[in-house]
């Protein structure tokens, strides 16, 4: 089945040590994007993509980083840079730029 | 981008039809308006979305009014299952590939 995959779905880190969240597409889509969403939240945005090795910032970009080598591929790498990086992490996808959004399951991140 | 509001929570008999509101006044000419819902940690999911006309379709139906300054979305026949937070977004204009989700409206549906 066509989808969006997550991985890992809870990841438990150290302060400072940086980590990386996959997501990964087989819905041949243009367009990728992270969001992160805090308790009781709604979802804001980090980074998008509309196509494979170009990338735009998000309205919290700082403290992220992405690449985007291959269409399937949109990891995201939570940098000790970010300040409060325990969150519930959420990797989209969509047709082309501006389409309807289909969402992966998102991984859980909390940093100890 | 236009901001939407929506009640924090709502409660909905199950069986009886659940009716969503949202607030979108600066809403311009060419944004549209989505309905997601997400429930307990998991992603959204996609429900509807129109422009100017009332939409449906095998999930919900979309009321907009006709100043497109608020819209609802119902629920026909809401199930124990329907208990999720729903998003009211508008999308378009110059930040068409952004969608910019709000604290939405948990809907509690009891038995």
């Known amino acids: 089945d066509g989808g969006i995959t997550q991985s890992p779905k809870y990841l438990f880190r150290k302060e400072g040590q940086n980590v990386t969240l996959s997501c990964e597409q087989n819905?041949?889509?243009?367009?990728m994007y992270w969001y992160r969403q805090d308790p009781g939240q709604g979802l804001r945005l980090i980074y998008y993509?509309?196509?494979?090795?170009?990338?735009q910032k998000g309205d919290i970009a700082e403290g992220y980083s992405v690449s985007r080598e291959k269409k399937e591929s949109f990891p995201l790498t939570v940098t000790s840079a970010q300040k409060n990086p325990t969150a519930f992490y959420l990797c989209?996808?969509?047709?082309?730029?501006?389409?309807?959004?289909?969402f992966g399951e998102g991984s859980r991140l909390t940093v100890l | 981008d236009a901001k939407t509001t929506q009640p924090p929570s709502m409660d909905c008999a199950e069986g009886r039809a659940a009716n969503l509101p949202c607030n979108h006044s600066?809403?311009?000419?060419?944004?549209?308006v989505y309905w997601y819902r997400q429930i307990h940690s998991q992603g959204p999911q996609y429900i509807i979305h129109?422009?100017?006309n009332n939409e449906t379709n095998e999930m919900a139906s979309l009321i907009i009014t006709e100043d497109r300054k608020s819209s609802t979305l119902i629920l026909p026949h809401a199930t124990l299952r329907d208990t999720a937070v729903y998003y009211c977004?508008?999308?378009?204009?110059?930040?068409?590939?952004?969608?910019?989700f709000g604290s939405g409206t948990k809907l509690n549906v009891k038995p």
């Open positions: 989209a996808s969509s047709i082309r730029a501006g389409g309807e959004l289909f």
């Open positions: 977004i508008v999308r378009g204009g110059a930040n068409f590939n952004k969608f910019y």
């Open positions: 600066t809403i311009s000419g060419n944004e549209y």
């Open positions: 129109g422009l100017k």
């Open positions: 993509s509309q196509i494979v090795n170009d990338f």
């Open positions: 819905l041949n889509h243009d367009a």
